[in-house]
């Protein structure tokens, strides 16, 4: 690949007895590869300690497993035109990138839309002037998600995050009109992302209980960290591997929509937990007289642990878990019915 000149040094006195100088031809070419060929790899990383990503949680790259993509010059003969990469003679813009595909086979995961990305990010290219006929680009800073599902399917069991990246034939033509494939025109590429372990995609959310009794005793609201599980057909179990949720990612407790004669000040919350996908939201005792009702939420949960609990059937009406506290409400002693037979001799 490149450009070369003729250089002519005639014999001395080798035309008609005269010396002609020597001369330099301007530069003759440029000669460009025959093809391109193409090459990538990116793999994720768990958010979720080493198990495991919430649908609708952030999942980055693993540690020099960024999207990759390698462009390299061939000739005719599949080898390897090694200037290519030299300065000028490199006549490939940056690649452009097609949208992420999900490709895990299950009709509404794979659906346009569901698995989104970050803001794009310029690559990182490197390789020029190694004399090896190719260059490199790497995109960083990125994460991909799969947006929640609103109402849970069979197909939001946990399931392996499945990518395809894809470039098109005219990303990978470069000002030559050289570009990918030999024998049957332009192509356009594409790889899948290597699988690794954490790989795996779960569904979850956070559910807050209620609770009641005296105003003279402190109120425990429980609440539990669940995912989409594959027990009983498909139901919410405890998500007892989540090793990413703690009390400092959920917030201190929020108390709000006082009712009967409970005011703001009059009961403190706290947090206990989580531990094994448990944990409680601690009210203290208001004291006398000041019975009444208290929502609490987690100030700063996670978006993916929210959930449609309205059921809505919308996106809008995914939300944080809410648990109502209520004091001066008692049970009392279970009713009882007593019944007695007689019989009576004849």
């Known amino acids: 690949v490149g450009v070369f000149s003729l250089t002519a040094t005639p014999p001395v006195a080798g035309y008609f007895g005269e010396t002609v100088s020597t001369s330099v031809s301007g530069n003759i070419g440029r000669f460009a590869p025959a093809y391109l060929t193409a090459s990538g790899s990116a793999s994720l990383t768990p958010s979720c300690g080493a198990a495991f990503s919430y649908q609708g949680q952030p999942m980055a790259f693993a540690v020099g497993q960024e999207p990759s993509l390698t462009v390299t010059g061939k000739n005719r003969s599949g080898v390897v035109t090694n200037n290519y990469d030299r300065g000028d003679f490199w006549r490939l813009g940056i690649p452009t990138r097609d949208p992420y595909l999900s490709v895990t086979a299950k009709t509404s995961l794979d659906a346009v839309g569901r698995l989104t990305s970050s803001a794009a990010v310029a690559p990182l290219q490197s390789g020029a002037d190694s004399g090896d006929g190719a260059r490199s680009y790497r995109w960083s800073g990125e994460t991909l998600q799969y947006s929640p599902a609103v109402l849970p399917l069979t197909d939001d069991l946990p399931f392996t995050a499945a990518v395809r990246q894809g470039f098109s034939a005219a990303a990978l033509t470069d000002a030559d009109a050289v570009c990918n494939g030999v024998g049957s025109g332009c192509l356009a590429f594409s790889y ?3 699988n690794v372990p954490g790989s795996e995609v779960r569904l979850g959310r956070l559910r807050l209980s209620n609770a009641h009794g005296s105003e003279l005793q402190g109120l425990a609201l429980p609440f539990n960290l669940e995912s989409w599980q594959a027990v009983a057909g498909a139901s919410f179990q405890p998500e007892l591997t989540d090793s990413c949720t703690n009390a400092a990612i959920l917030g201190a407790p929020v108390l709000s929509s006082y009712t009967g004669n409970l005011a703001v000040g009059e009961t403190v919350a706290t947090v206990s937990g989580p531990l094994a996908a448990a944990g409680q939201v601690q009210l203290s005792a208001p004291g006398a007289g000041n019975d009444g009702s208290v929502q609490a939420r987690f100030a700063s949960q996670p978006t993916w642990l929210d959930y449609d609990w309205d059921a809505t059937g919308l996106s809008a009406g995914r939300r944080a878990s809410r648990g109502l ?7 009392g002693a ?9 019989y009576r001799s004849p």
């Not at 506290?325 to 049970?331: D, K, N, R, V």
């Not at 279970?334 to 007689?342: A, G, N, S, V, Y």
């Open 192 to 194: 899948d992302f290597t």
């Open 334 to 342: 279970t009713p009882l019915i007593f019944r007695r037979e007689l």
């Open 325 to 331: 506290g209520s004091f001066g409400i008692y049970q």
